[in-house]
C-alpha cells in the first residue's frame, strides 16, 4: 500500500511497510514439541514480495543460522490483480487492496506453502510477522480489473466472501465510511482516519461487525502460526477501534504469548506516533530520516547522543535506514548508495535504540509502481541472490553478521564512546561487545579501549562466524589488554562480540577469573556437619538441545567449570521453568550464575554473580 504524505501527494509514494519486531531474544524450545519457544533476537528483516518458498529455504540457510529474530512478508490475503498500472506490470502495491481474507492464493504461492513457511521458519527460530492491510479493501482504480488472485469477483464497495468458510462474512456498502471520499485536509485527525487514502474503500472501523472480522481474519493467519502483525496504514484506523481489534486476538502457537503487533504511523502533528504506542511498537520515520540522512552527508558522530526520535523510547520504536516506501523517494539511502547504505543498516544493528527492520528487495528503475521479478502472469518467481534481479540486502557482508552482534550485547548501554571528526564513531556495549563505524572516504586507523576480554574475534561488520566450527568470513582483530588496534577503510565498520571469538572461548565476563573462598574452614579437619539440601527453581527459554546448569564458585558447583555444574531438569508441564537440588555443607555461602550448554556451544547469562547460602531455597530468571 503507499503511504500519503501531504508534500508528496503528487507522487502518492507508496503506503506500507517498516516493520515489526518481537519480543525476542536466544531462541527457545524445551523439549515437548509443545513447548513455547523464542525468537533468535529482536533483528527482523523484510523479505519484501518474496516467494513463500524462498522465504522458508532461507530461513534454512541463512537466517537462522546467522541469529535474525523475525521475517516481515507481504500481505497473504487474496489481493487485486493488476496487469498493468502507473507504468509497471503487477505493480507492487496491488498487495495491498485486499479482495478477501482467504490466504488460498496470491502471486507469492498458495496456502500450503504459506503453512510450510511458517513451520520451516519456527523451527529455525524466526518469526513470521504479516503485513496486515485492515484499513480499507481496494480503490477506484481497480474495480473492474477482474477477480482477485483467488478467483473472488468484487467491486469497490462490495466483497461477498471473506473467508470462503460458510460463515457468510461479507462487506457491502454499508461497512465502509462514512466518509466515501479521498482525504483532502491532512491537518483534520477526523479526516485522516474517517475519509479514503487513495480512493481506497475505507472500512468504518467504528462497526463492531467490522472490527469482528478483521480481528477473525488476524486470528485465521495466527492459527497457521503467524507470531505477528506490522499494521499497514494504522494512523487512518482510530486509535481505540485498533485497541479493540488487538483485544480480540489469540495467543501465539508455539512462540506463546499475544502476537507481536507494530504499527505503521507517519507520525506529525496531526496524528503523532505516540498515540498508538499503547497497542504496540511504532514505525519511527523521524529516525529513518535523521540516520539515513547523517549516513549519507557524513554526520554519524551526533549519534553519540541518540534522542527519542518523534517521543518514542527505544522499546516504543520500529527503527530502520529505509522501507519499500521511503526507498522509492528522494532524497534518501538505498542499496543504490553501495557500502554506505549497509554501513547505516550495520550502525542501526549495533545501536540499542529501537527495534531493528533491515530491508530486503528486488532491483527496481525509474518506475516506483515496479513489481517484483515474475512471470508473464505476474506469479513472483523465486528469489535468486546471486542474480540481478534480487538484491538481497541482508546477505551482504557489512550486515550478515549483525544479528549475531545484537543478540550478543542484548541488555547493554553504550559506552567507552570514540569519535574522529564528524564521519566516524565507535562504541562498546557493556563488556559483551565494540563497534565502530568509518562514514568517510579515508581509512580509520587507531586504537579502541573495550572492555571485552583478551583474544581473538571474528569482525562481523565484514561477514559472519560459524559458533559450531569457528569459521569466520569477516576477518579476525586481536583483542589484548583491553584495546585493539586496527584500520577500518573508508565506509566500512568493525563489530566484535564475546559470542564471535575464534581462539575457542566463549567466557563469562562477569565470573571471577579465580574462585571466591567459601565460608567453610581452610584448615584442620574438616568438620561433620548436616547437609545443606539446595534447591534452585530457574525460569529460563532454550534452544532445541540445550540443557540449563548452575555452575559456581565451590566444587559442588564447578569452581566455574560449567562441565562440573549442577545440570537442571524440566517437563513438558513445568517448561520453562527448570529445577535442580544439590547437597552441600550447612552456612556454606558461594556465588553462582546460569548457563545454557547444547548445540556445540556454551552461554553464560548476562549480569553480576548470584550470592547463595547452602540450605536455603533459590530462584532465578535468566537474563
Not at 200 to 225: C, F, H, Q, W
Not at 564 to 578: A, D, E, Q
Amino acid at each position: 500500500m503507499r503511504t500519503i504524505r501531504p508534500k508528496a501527494a503528487a507522487a502518492a509514494a507508496a503506503l506500507a511497510a517498516t516493520l515489526l519486531a518481537a519480543t525476542l531474544s536466544t531462541v527457545a524450545a524445551a523439549p515437548p514439541a509443545t513447548a513455547a519457544v523464542q525468537a533468535n533476537g529482536d533483528s527482523i528483516v523484510h523479505l519484501f514480495q518474496w516467494r513463500w518458498s524462498s522465504v522458508a529455504q532461507e530461513c534454512e540457510t541463512n537466517l537462522g543460522p546467522n541469529g535474525w529474530g523475525g521475517v516481515q512478508v507481504s500481505p497473504p490475503q487474496e489481493h487485486v490483480v493488476l496487469p498493468s498500472s502507473e507504468g509497471a506490470t503487477y505493480p507492487w502495491w496491488q498487495d495491498y487492496q485486499p479482495v478477501s481474507y482467504r490466504v488460498e492464493q496470491t502471486r507469492r504461492g498458495t496456502r500450503a506453502e504459506f503453512v510450510d513457511m511458517v513451520q520451516r521458519c519456527r523451527a529455525q527460530g524466526v518469526k513470521i510477522y504479516v503485513d496486515m492491510v485492515l484499513n480499507h479493501m481496494t480503490g477506484t482504480g481497480s474495480a473492474g480489473s477482474g477477480p482477485g488472485s483467488a478467483g473472488t469477483v468484487y467491486s469497490k464497495y462490495d466483497y461477498p466472501n471473506l473467508f470462503n468458510d460458510g460463515s457468510g462474512d461479507r462487506y457491502g456498502y454499508a461497512d465502509f465510511g462514512p466518509c466515501y471520499r479521498t482525504i483532502s485536509n491532512w491537518g483534520n485527525k477526523a479526516e485522516v482516519q474517517d475519509c479514503e487514502l487513495l480512493a481506497l474503500a475505507d472500512l468504518n472501523t467504528a462497526d463492531p461487525e467490522v472490527r469482528r472480522k478483521i480481528a477473525k481474519y488476524m486470528n485465521s493467519v495466527i492459527d497457521l502460526g503467524v507470531a505477528g502483525f506490522r499494521v499497514d496504514a494504522a494512523k487512518h484506523v482510530q486509535e481505540s477501534h485498533l485497541g479493540d481489534i488487538i483485544s480480540r486476538l489469540k495467543d501465539v502457537p508455539v512462540f506463546g504469548g499475544k502476537p507481536d503487533l507494530f504499527h505503521e504511523v507517519y507520525g506529525d502533528g496531526t496524528v503523532p506516533y505516540t498515540a498508538y504506542a499503547p497497542y504496540g511498537a511504532v514505525t519511527n520515520f523521524d529516525y529513518q530520516r535523521s540516520v539515513a540522512s547523517a549516513f549519507r552527508d557524513g554526520n554519524i558522530a551526533q549519534f553519540a547522543n541518540m534522542p527519542n526520535y518523534g517521543g518514542l523510547t527505544s522499546s516504543q520504536a520500529i527503527v530502520f535506514v529505509d522501507n519499500h516506501d521511503t526507498q522509492r523517494e528522494t532524497p534518501t539511502l538505498t542499496y543504490k548508495n553501495g557500502a554506505r547504505y549497509y554501513l547505516a543498516d550495520a550502525f542501526m544493528m549495533a545501536h540499542p535504540y529501537g527495534r531493528p527492520q533491515l530491508m530486503s528487495s528486488y532491483a527496481f528503475g525509474s518506475v516506483k509502481a515496479q513489481g517484483p521479478p515474475s512471470s508473464s502472469n505476474g506469479t513472483t518467481n523465486a528469489t535468486n541472490c546471486n542474480g540481478s534481479d534480487w538484491i538481497c540486502e541482508h546477505r551482504n557482508e557489512q550486515v550478515a553478521g549483525m544479528p549475531s552482534f545484537r543478540n550478543a550485547v542484548a541488555g547493554t548501554a553504550i559506552g567507552n564512546v570514540v569519535t574522529d571528526g564528524n564521519g566516524r564513531l565507535g562504541f562498546a556495549r557493556g563488556n559483551r561487545g565494540y563497534a565502530a563505524f568509518n562514514a568517510t572516504g579515508s581509512a580509520w586507523n587507531r586504537s579502541f579501549t573495550t572492555n571485552l576480554p583478551d583474544g581473538t574475534y571474528c569482525n562481523v561488520a565484514r561477514g559472519t562466524f560459524n559458533r559450531g566450527t569457528k569459521a569466520c568470513t569477516g576477518g579476525v582483530i586481536t583483542v589484548n589488554a583491553g584495546s585493539f588496534t586496527t584500520s577500518i577503510p573508508a565506509d566500512r565498520g568493525v563489530a566484535l562480540h564475546v559470542d564471535a571469538r575464534t581462539d575457542g572461548t566463549t567466557p563469562n565476563p562477569t565470573a571471577p577469573p579465580t574462585p571466591t573462598p567459601t565460608a567453610t574452614p581452610t584448615t584442620g579437619p574438616t568438620p561433620t556437619v548436616p547437609a545443606g539440601a539446595t534447591r534452585f527453581t530457574v525460569t529460563a527459554q532454550t534452544n532445541w538441545g540445550q540443557e540449563v546448569y548452575v555452575v559456581g564458585s565451590i566444587p559442588q558447583l564447578g569452581n566455574w567449570n560449567p562441565a562440573g555444574g549442577v545440570k537442571l531438569s524440566t517437563t513438558s508441564g513445568s517448561y520453562p521453568t527448570w529445577t535442580g537440588s544439590v547437597d552441600l555443607p550447612a552456612g556454606t555461602s558461594f556465588e553462582w550464575k546460569l548457563v545454557k550448554i547444547g548445540n556445540g556451544a556454551t552461554q553464560w547469562e548476562n549480569g553480576a554473580n548470584r550470592t547463595g547460602t547452602a540450605g536455603s531455597p533459590l530462584t532465578a530468571t535468566w537474563r
